[in-house]
């Protein structure tokens, strides 16, 4: 304990530098800029940024990513929150509560929420990361195509919680996500499956192509469909200084459970942050007193995603600089750039590069802390965004979200695809489908059906393999639980009620 | 800006290195058919630094265009005819895409260049495995051959084809590998790691630190000789008689003129010889494997027909035998779930209308309670399909400032000036804040004279 105390301690030594600080201000801002455009994510920020910081000492090039890497993470709530357009897959959990508070003129408070907690989800898991990093990358190990299975069936459940009104609807909705999922390679086989011949569909359907044309095309076709007919709902700004005493009240409960949830699922290889997001969400609608809240402008559903991203993107590093292995687009970049300077992230790297491990480690202390200070006040400011007037702020929208499916691989099929999930999206929200399910639908959808098939390929055939594997059995366990409790409670409370008029009678 | 500034604070602080003379090509652009991280990414991102260190391009520029083992990138690639300043990267594991996809699109379509560089492959046991040497274990596969699962990377790819090699040379059916692809090289590292599956292949990068620290055993490396300064066997010492390597190579487009292809050969053997080359392929533990114009043709000829030969007794490509595991099931699983879900949302909305309709009182429908106009609809229709077929054509500023303008028009056709104006605004400085300060270039279409 005192010896990595010691280490981090020189590490914070190193990282105070003047010229350090400067390059962790620079990676934050940005990491910040970068997370709020559609379409360029902070993996393809560092590629761009590698040849420039070539010729710079690998410390203060790390430094620099560590910025771009977290502040990414911020950056990517407030276009979630504002305008309805997740820019990566971890804010999208975020706009379904987000973008309604932004609606109701809460903007800041949303976005205060979603600062600060991202900053206590980074700061408790980047100390997670400082004491624990090589048990926890040991015990990720472990995780296998059958726990990962198990994973992915616990993340199906919670699509209970994102229903909305029918059942039917919402399964509806689900299969739908599940059928575009299958377009592309089979990647267990290499056989392309419902491409159609067409090889832009060869790798699939874009997740961010989904979102943005669900949310933000749709939107905009619903919104102009109703503008003029219903009374404008004048959107008030109820106040610029971020949270209530009752938010900060609803908030803090969520920013920790959601670090616990997303800590760990980031610190397994192929965890990525869509699963922590959803189920930090879903558990935080389970506890809640006022579970009908949610969807309509929940601060909790805010809070509890965000915290649960930015503690799953610290995890992604503990793998990283443990073991060497690279488990998001943004990592795999980073292994890169360890190359370019002849070092090789492995079990090795901490004994034999210490000082520029701990100063990455100390460096991501003080991101945090730079990410704060620059997040909360602009939190007031973007909050205006919603008082542009509505033609120009939907123009804008769509502006930006064409930009963002076209950069992504510069593709016209790509804009097509967005357009036509747009008045899909438009139709689904006249006829009242959730929306949330189908995203959910083609992230998981894929996921489950590749680990499947690898566990049961890895064990030759027998399906046993789930429930013999005690971390796999566990995960299904809790599975089963979560969708059978709310049904055990409602029986309960029937019944319990039913006595209470039955002894009332009597 | 952030970029140039950027730019201009790493150049404060480091002292720019000399230019060269007189550089043979203006600009220069490099196409990783990949996402960022890749070894066709990295591949092209070392190439830009040592042409530009090495005075050969004054500027060059990396373009990914990912997808499907780069054969997205391929395809836009062949679209380039004559084009004689641009080359992409290629290798192994595109011609294994090549012939698992039955691809319209091949090698042949475009300009060979040269081979670059080779990577070996690795075969890895965790060290808790019973597998002590490569006889251990392929006694163990010819016994039970389904009972060993092989882990690496993407189906097709040059992993696979090592392990339908090996299965080859030791008389075992390829067909009978039981080959689990895993996307991305930490992915398929990690159960590796985890003991998840018997064996891992992977290449000799990824596998560098492991070795040196000393959690994997290694049974073999795809080499002719031992490695100087890595304490390895091959694979052909212990009898298995393979050599195999993963190489990189560059490609330009079909269509160039032998003055152009000269040149550009010219640029890669100069950037070939240079200092900054060989540091960087032992940066990357990459094996110098150069091989110029058309012996590097007849090369890939012949590769061509080895991973055909291979993949197609490893059965890839066509399922041929479904098991449980086998992608049969899903689809059907999927597709029966979203009918039988449609019917039952038709079925339900049916029954709750005729229900309604009984009581005589309608649920308010949120969109009927003023009759529907559909010319907000239309005009953003017409919107989006203008931006469809103007955004390559006339280009990315007047597509989005159209699209724009019908999209403000359609919530409120007071302000057509107004509108205009922002719209042309905002898509000017989207264009700007992409293609000038972060170096990804939208298309500028009839403009591109002005921006």
Known sequence: MTEILSALASGFAGALSLSNLGWALLGVTLGTAVGVLPGIGPALTVALLLPVTFTLDPISAFIMFGGIYYGAMYGGSTTSILLNTPGETGSIATAIDGYVMARQGRGAAALTTAAVGSFVAGTLATIALTFFAPVLASVALRFGPAEYFALTILAFTTVSALLGTSLTSGLLSLFLGLALGLVGIDPLTGDARFAFGIPQLLDGIDVVILVIGLFAVGETIYQAWHYGREPIEAIELHDFTGMSREEWRRSWKPWLRGTAIGFPLGVLPCGGTVIPTFLSYMTEKRLSDTPERFGHGAI??????????????????????????????????????????????????????????????????????????????????????????????????????????????????????????????????????????AVLGLVLGPLTEQHFRRAVAINEGDLSIFLTRPISAVLLIAACLVLVAPLVGRALTARQARRKAAALRT | MLFRACVLFAALVVIAAPAAAQPAFEHLRLVAPAAPGGGWDQTARAMQQVLQRAGIARTVSVENIPGAAGLIGLARFIGEQGNSDTLMASGLIMLGAIVTQRSAVTLHDVTPIARLTGEYEILAVPVSSPFRTLDDFVRAFRERPESISWGGGSAGGSDQILAGLIADKVGVDPRRVNYIAFSGGGEALSAILGGQVSVGINGLAEFAAQIEAGTVRVLGISSAERLPGLEVPTLREQGVDIEFENWRSVVAPPGLTPVDRRRLEAAVDAMVGSEAWRETLTRFRWIDRYLAGEAFGRFVDAEEARVQDILSRLGTGADDAPTVSSAGHYPLIVLGGLVLCAIGVVVGRVRAGTRNQERETRIPDPGSRIPATWRPIALIGAGLVLDLLLAERAGFVIASAVLFWFVARAFDPRHPLRDAAFGVAVSTSAFLLFGRVLDLPLPAGVLSGWL
């Open chain 1, 300 to 437: 909790e559903g805010v809070a509890g995603p965000e915290a649960a991203n930015n503690a799953a993107a610290a995890g992604v590093l503990v793998p990283l600089l443990t073991l060497g292995l690279p488990s998001s687009a943004t990592a795999a970049i980073m292994l890169a750039a360890f190359q370019q300077y002849g070092l090789q992230p492995g079990p090795l790297l901490f004994s034999s590069r210490p000082d520029l491990v701990w100063t990455l480690i100390a460096s991501l202390y003080i991101g945090n802390v730079m990410l704060l200070v620059l997040n909360l006040p602009l939190a007031g400011v973007w909050a205006r965004v919603m008082l542009v007037p509505r033609p120009l702020l939907f123009g804008g929208i769509l502006v930006l979200a064409s930009l963002g499916a076209y950069t992504l691989n510069r593709s016209l099929l790509d804009l097509v695809l967005l357009y036509v999930v747009g008045a899909v999206g438009c139709a689904m929200r006249v006829y009242d489908f959730p929306l949330v399910p």
